[in-house]
């Protein structure tokens, strides 16, 4: 095949052939001095040991053979896992012995264009026709199968429901009383639960049983346990692990989880006891063909290093030997593990300890009354320490041992000066730190996932999904992940799916270092998207352990607590050097982004005085230095208040003011109802800088669309931040901080924002390089420009997309699109307070259209043209009349060169030729020679196109679509003709598609363009 028009091209052309060989493909071949991967295979249906191309392993043998290979790692080792469900019953662990070596990693990859889907479900199926008149269906399952989640064609199902808010139910007791006689009919009342959504928490609480007051109705009577930790006892310890405490359950949002309560399409109820699976089809569900999914695995995978999760034994452990005249004191309020300590006056006391493990931390208090300590370990003295400070401090690492040979010692300590020595408490690390590391996930989908604990114990909310453990004295715990990295370094995912999960989507915990989460799509979780660090580490001095230098960005994160209704977008507790950035999180039922822990524990007694504190728990927290950066976050805070599209908690400074954190370059836009109630209100903020937060460097940020403070300090606790340069079209703020540098926002109306916040929103979420090509585009995306006065409304429950629409009550009032592409459709909502809006393609109008309608009609297409000439236009909307006028989306047929950076290009023999005179689409292509290179794109939309040559040099292509093989097309003809259609899919379900072409015959595969839809 020629790839040029001969021409007379002259230096122009001969540059642009030259170019073409090094803007080549993404998979560009290896420089000549690095060593060749070793390549491995597995498969869902893999055995043996061989793991080839044609002998695929399981992924257990897989993960043996690297075990095997590891120790003499001279290349990377690449493991494709083959397309297909792997259903584990058990998470896929990972630690150590599998880790990178000698500067090599791990990587656990798809193959190319096959989509291995890690599930933790059962396949249900023979479903029959159980009640006919309510349309439920019923399966069997095995006696005893616990799950609360259940997917159908990939769509979650609800689990049965009662109406939202019901009336009539007071709370007598640990019951909750109604007039209402229909409950005392419904079966299994132990596994019914019920739900209080109120302020920041989700409280719910299974039933101990279900009974008829004298007097008539139902008496719905709370597990006694679950009720005192969510009512009468709900745990408050206090600065450092959380705030009030309160609210406490008291109301019902919902019941859930009772047969009787399976009336609407899309609901299910598991009879776990007696072994039956109950499911209300949705329209056009088949349940003799569709997939039925119940998860009944918690975590799909974990990677963990040692040692695991380290919990401080408080001073009052009855392993601890007190020798002389020591005491013990209580209740003290000042920070204390567990509120108390053992102190001495007198030199010579002593206090030891027996342990298990390689090294140990010293808690207790710096003062000015205490002073020196000798430190003893097997009989012999290691050190010399200190305790005194210029001011109290509580749970201060005064002494550190490490190194030591696993096994068992004992530390002693010796008072030698000072007033007093205090003993806290003892850390012991159990185990030589040695993390998981060097291991990378990539293009993975982990899927079907549930957590089963709250069907037993309930959920014990703290906030932003940190729970309380009933089972361990009340100790902060959090919902589990799908996917878990524990003390792991160098840990890696990218361009992986998580979604359909019970809990939440990927965890680093217990010091995991180094690692990054990057390019994934996170949605559809139970619990929250992305979780870093932990909440009971804060006194570390030991940067060895401490959370630190991990990066979050480039993420699609959305649709998060589907379940647990306090769930975020991203979650961070004490953490160092961690950077979330070029993330877009949205359509979140509390806060999209929360950052940092321990309220007002590192901000000095006189600010918790200024604060109407009355006593003060006052220490160190690790965190600092941490960066939220160009993030996008939208459509946050539907169910729940008190938080915010971006939220901060507790201090930073590397607990000594000594760095700063970043919060700059985002977009934040609260598009929702719940949060926008009360102007003057501390939990109204778009930008919620909460108690505690210092530290921070809070600049050219723009909040816009919604009511509430554009950003928010509310209590002196808060302090040493500087807020500049920042943009919104709202003035209202609050300033209670201490030792705030504050600058107002430059506030603009009507959408006209100056170039600077342009700048800021056209670079705030994904780059281009990861973002899908997009065929719907929902109202809340950057590129659509409002001017006037629209509010953005979600959580509306009427069919809208995503469940949120832009609105606008002013006429003259505009939303513009400007995309690249052939054809558009504008999609609103038509209703009886709906009017005509005006539209524009290119600057010239179309006319006006009636949205007016007798009844509501969601995501309807108001207007929609085609045959546009491919390349850039811009679609305007204008209201004219009535009284609203509703944007859903643009839904675009949007044309994307082969250059877009979207596009991943696998394959050493990819080359770009430009200037070819062919006819290209703008007269460029992309060709390789070899079979097996593919071509991949990922879209969001309904379908995909491929335009590209056909030529008599050209031949087969294999099609796969979302893991799927498609067959093979034909791209050959006898003679060369531009810009054909080779391959293309339409009426996909609407959502995120991944198409990949792989080279299997002819000369040459071109790729031109593709047009999503």
């Known amino acids: 095949m020629s790839l040029f028009r001969p021409r007379a091209v002259g230096l122009t052309g001969a540059l642009g052939t030259l170019a073409a060989l090094i803007c080549a493909a993404i998979a560009v071949p290896s420089p000549a001095y690095a060593a060749t991967p070793t390549q491995l295979y597995a498969s869902p249906s893999g055995s043996g040991s061989t793991c080839s191309q044609s002998a695929p392993c399981s992924l257990d043998g897989a993960k043996s053979k690297v075990a095997g290979l ?146 008539g109705g139902s008496s719905l009577n709370v597990d006694p346990t679950c009720f ?15 705030g009030a405490g309160l609210p406490k359950l008291s109301a019902i949002s919902y019941v859930e989880n009772a047969y009787q309560l399976l009336d609407a399409p899309g609901e299910f109820y598991l009879d776990s006891s007696a072994g039956y699976l109950y499911y209300k089809p949705r329209t056009g569900e088949d349940l003799s063909t569709a997939d039925v999914e119940l998860p009944t695995t918690e975590t799909l995978l974990n990677v963990s290093g040692t040692p695991g999760h380290l919990t401080p034994v408080n001073d009052t452990d009855a392993s601890i030997t007190y020798t002389g005249s020591w005491s013990h004191s209580g209740g003290r309020s000042v920070g204390d593990l567990s ?78 000066g000072g007033t007093y020595m205090l003993l806290d408490g003892f850390t012991v690390v159990p185990d030589t730190i040695t993390p998981a590391h060097d291991i990378t996930f990539q293009g993975l989908t982990l899927a079907y996932t549930t957590w089963t604990l709250p069907s037993t114990a309930g959920y014990i909310d703290n906030q932003a999904g940190v729970l309380w453990d009933p089972a361990n004295a009340n100790a902060p715990t959090r919902i589990p992940a799908a996917v878990q990295v524990h003390r792991g370094t160098n840990i890696t995912f990218t361009g992986d799916e ?69 769930a975020v977008g991203i979650w961070a507790g004490y953490t160092r ?65 008190d938080g915010g599209p971006i939220y901060t908690n507790g201090g930073q400074g590397n607990g000594d003011g000594s760095t700063t954190s970043v919060l700059a370059n985002n977009l934040v836009e609260v598009t929702n109802n719940t949060n926008n109630t009360n102007n003057t209100n501390n939990t109204n903020n778009r930008l919620y800088q909460d108690e505690g937060s210092s530290y921070w460097n809070t600049h050219d940020n723009v909040t816009r669309t919604g009511g509430g403070n554009w950003i928010g300090m509310w209590t002196p606790t808060i302090h040493d931040i500087n807020i500049h340069d920042n943009y919104s079209d709202r003035s209202n703020y609050q300033n209670n901080g201490t030792n705030i540098t504050f600058n107002q926002a430059t506030i603009v109306s009507g959408g006209a924002w100056p170039s600077a916040a342009q700048d800021i929103i056209a670079a705030a979420g994904p780059d281009s390089a990861h973002q899908p090509l997009t065929g719907r585009i929902d109202d809340d995306d950057t590129a659509i420009s409002y001017t006037g006065g629209w509010t953005a409304n979600g959580n509306r429950g009427f069919g809208d997309y995503e469940d949120a629409v832009h609105a606008t009550q002013t006429n003259g009032d505009t939303a513009s699109l400007t995309f ?52 850039s236009h811009t679609v305007q909307l204008v209201k004219r009349s009535g009284t609203w006028a509703t944007l859903d989306a643009f839904e675009v047929t949007g044309v994307a060169n082969d250059t877009n950076s979207s596009l991943t290009y696998t394959g050493a023999s990819w080359h770009h030729y430009a200037n070819r005179g062919f006819g290209d689409y ?59 259609t080779v391959y293309s899919v339409s009426n996909l379900p609407l959502g995120r598609h991944t198409l990949t072409l792989t080279k299997t015959g002819g000369t040459y595969l071109v790729i031109d363009r593709f047009d999503a839809r």
């Open 70 to 215: 590891a120790p003499g790692m001279a290349a990377d080792i690449d493991v494709y896992l083959r397309g297909g469900t792997y259903r584990l019953s058990q998470a896929f662990a990972l630690g150590a012995s599998d880790s990178g070596r000698n500067g090599y990693r791990v990587v656990y990859a798809a193959h190319p264009g096959e989509n291995p889907v890690l599930s933790g479900a059962t396949k249900i199926s023979g479903f029959s026709l159980f009640d006919s008149a309510k349309n439920i269906y019923r399966a069997t399952v095995p006696t005893g199968t616990q799950g609360r989640q259940l997917f159908v064609d990939g769509v979650r199902a609800q689990r049965a429901r009662g109406p939202l808010n019901p009336s009539g139910f007071t709370l007598s007791g640990s019951s909750f009383t109604t007039s209402d006689s229909s409950y005392t009919s419904f079966t299994n009342p132990s596994s019914v639960e019920i739900v209080d959504n109120t302020q920041w928490k989700q409280m719910r609480c299974p039933l101990a049983s279900i009974t008829a007051p004298s007097g």
């Open 228 to 242: 005192a930790n969510n009512n009468t006892s709900v745990p408050n310890r206090g600065f450092p692990f959380n």
């Open 339 to 416: 509120n108390d300590v053992h102190a001495t006056s007198t030199n010579g006391d002593s206090v030891s300890y027996p342990f298990t493990g390689t090294g140990i931390d010293v808690l207790s208090e710096t003062n000015t009354d205490e002073g020196g300590i000798d430190v003893y370990i097997d009989g012999t003295k290691v050190q010399s320490v200190s305790a005194a400070g210029s001011s109290r401090l509580a749970q201060q690492v005064v002494a550190s041992v490490s190194g030591l040979t696993k096994g068992q010692h004992t530390i002693k300590l010796v008072m030698t």
């Open 498 to 566: 998580i979604t359909h999960t019970g809990g939440t989507g990927i965890d680093l915990a217990d010091g995991t270092q180094n690692s990054t989460i990057t390019g994934n799509f996170i949605h559809d979780t139970s619990g929250g998207g992305v979780s870093v660090g932990d909440v009971d580490d804060y006194y570390l001095t030991d940067t060895g352990r401490m959370t630190t230098g991990d990066t979050v960005s480039q993420n699609w994160i959305s649709d998060v607590g589907r379940d647990y209704s306090d």
């Open 577 to 641: 050097d961690l950077t979330l950035s070029h993330n877009d999180i949205g359509h979140t039922p509390y806060s999209g982004i929360s950052l940092g822990w321990g309220w007002g524990y590192a901000s000095p007694c006189s600010m918790q005085s200024a604060q109407g504190l009355s006593t003060c728990a006052h220490g160190t927290i690790y965190a600092g230095h941490n960066q939220i950066l160009n993030n996008h976050v939208h459509d946050v805070m539907s169910i729940l208040h």
């Open 820 to 871: 690249t592409g052939t054809a558009v459709s504008v999609i609103g909502e038509k209703n009886t307070d709906q009017g005509q809006v005006e539209i524009f393609i290119d600057g010239t109008s179309k006319g006006l259209v009636d949205t007016n309608a007798t009844t509501r009609q969601a995501q309807a297409v108001i207007y929609s043209t085609s045959g546009l000439s491919a390349g």
């Open 922 to 980: 703008q007269d460029d292509v992309h060709a390789t020679t070899a079979n097996g290179d593919s071509a991949t794109v990922t879209f969001t939309g309904t379908g995909i196109s491929l335009l590209t040559e056909t030529n008599s040099d050209e031949g087969t292509i294999a099609v796969s679509l979302d893991g799927a093989s498609q067959g093979t097309v034909d791209a050959s003809s006898t003679s060369r003709q531009a810009q054909q």
